[in-house]
């Protein structure tokens, strides 16, 4: 668990991807490394500006800045390829930041569990409890209030914009995506650009990008697994998202203890994805049938894979009966995908 990044090692990355950048583009001349080489500047000189100012770097954000990065990156190089207007996929680009970032806090907020501490955040403090410790409810970043009785944390005033307020956690991936690709098809098809077509570039970035943000799940050490005696389990440090659910669930003494070896999903998610990134496009995209099919095979892989490893975590999350939220997310994800494959196909057959 790394929740923040020395600026001065992101920006020592910057620059070896600096000179990387440099001998790919002198060795294959015909390859465009400038959008590397500017998005490695101005990270690396970010960087070094948040060190001389000792502010720390969110490894969480910086991660989904990696995510963002790599995956616009890569539809700038396929609109070359396909021979399209890149710029319509850069203003999406930033768009999609906007819209996945507002869409993933919303599902969080409404589905996670959360959505009645939110409105009790505004309307009565008095009713929201906050299961940590004395000294973290004392402590300057909490300031809250001790209930000695029931032995919680009560806020002491109210907070009717908590529910906004992204950048203190709760985010919900499927949500981000869902708000993320729904305005995305309304901005495509305003500039004229292939709305289906352009699903098949989301099949390929989306489980690239989900990598990059499995890793700042684990470097937060959100997303956590449950409790494993197998070689594989790891121990996140005092005061960790584990540690303080494992002492609410009565398994540690105290939360200044490192939390019991946990099953790693973050990185059993972000090793899923990556593998599902590199199927999809280094073999299965090149192999697809019709526009369309690549994001029907590659929202099932990421669907499936989600829907198994929700068993084995163990972070608060919402759910209804059995299965987590995400987990009926999923079951809906597939049996949408299954049911748009066939249409797909026939409008790839009539068009052809």
């Known amino acids: 668990m790394i929740p923040t990044f020395d600026g001065r090692l992101i920006a020592a990355v910057c620059a070896v991807v600096l000179v990387a950048a440099l001998a790919v583009g002198r060795a294959r001349r015909g390859l465009d490394v400038k959008p590397v080489l500017w998005g490695a500047l101005l990270v690396g000189a970010g960087a070094l500006a948040a060190d001389v100012f000792d502010e720390a770097i969110p490894a969480y954000f910086a991660m989904l800045m990696a995510a963002f990065a790599a995956c616009t990156w890569f539809a700038v190089r396929w609109a070359k390829r396909e021979k399209r207007d890149y710029d319509v996929l850069i203003d999406l680009a930033l768009i999609s930041l906007i819209t996945g970032v507002a869409g993933s806090r919303l599902a969080h907020v409404l589905f996670d569990g959360f959505f009645m501490d939110y409105v009790h955040l505004c ?22 209030a001790w209930d000695a009785a029931a032995s919680v944390c009560r806020p002491t ?26 305005y995305a098809m309304y901005f495509l098809g305003k500039e004229g650009f292939p709305r289906i077509k352009t699903l098949d570039l989301a099949g390929m970035i989306l ?14 050490g959100c ?7 197998a070689w594989f389990g790891v121990s996140f440090p005092a005061w960790s998202p584990a540690s303080e659910a494992q002492w609410r669930a009565h398994l540690l003494e105290h939360p200044s203890h490192a939390s019991l070896p946990v099953i790693p999903t973050q990185l059993l998610e972000a090793g899923g994805s990556l593998v599902i990134a590199f199927v999809i496009i280094g073999w299965f995209e090149p192999r697809k049938r019709f526009d369309g099919h690549v994001f029907c095979v590659s929202m099932i892989a990421y669907a499936v ?8 975590r163990a972070d608060d999350r919402g759910g209804v009966g059995v299965l987590s939220t995400s987990q009926w997310v999923g079951i809906v994800i597939v049996v949408a995908a299954a049911a748009l494959w066939p249409v797909l196909q026939r409008r790839s057959l009539r068009a052809g």
């Open 305 to 312: 894979l989600r829907f198994v490893l929700e068993f084995f």
């Open 123 to 144: 309307t009565d403090p008095s009713q929201v409890e906050w299961h940590i410790t004395r000294e973290q409810c004392d402590s300057e970043w909490v300031q809250g």
């Open 207 to 220: 489980p690239l990008g989900l990598f990059f943000g499995r890793l700042g799940c684990w470097f937060g």
């Open 157 to 182: 005033e109210a907070d009717c914009f908590a529910w906004a307020k992204f950048w203190q956690g709760g985010l919900t991936w499927y949500g981000g995506m869902v708000l993320g690709i729904g």
């Open 223 to 229: 997303c956590f697994g449950q409790p494993t005696d």
